[in-house]
């Protein structure tokens, strides 16, 4: 038995649920700071109050993680 290089649809089933769960993970990040500047939720790390501006911040930049994730996922 020779050992080959996987094929190109092998390295596409391996690379597909690292990409979902890459995904889910940061439409999950979005979605919590989402919430927390819509509910107003205050947050305070080691006596620093964190500003809700920071989380429009990160949920701009984990929405274009997710779509940039997933737009690369399902362009080939």
Do not use: C, Y
């Not at 920071?54 to 993680?65: G, T």
């Amino acid at each position: 038995m020779s050992a080959s290089s996987p094929s190109v649809d092998d390295v596409e089933v391996l690379v597909k649920p690292f990409t979902t769960v890459a995904v889910v993970v940061f439409a999950l990040v979005a979605l919590l700071q989402l919430i927390r500047v819509v509910a107003g939720w205050e947050v305070t790390i080691n006596g620093f109050a964190v500003p809700l501006w920071a989380s429009a911040v990160a949920f701009v930049a984990a929405s274009v993680l997710a779509v940039t994730v997933w737009r690369e996922a399902h362009n080939r």
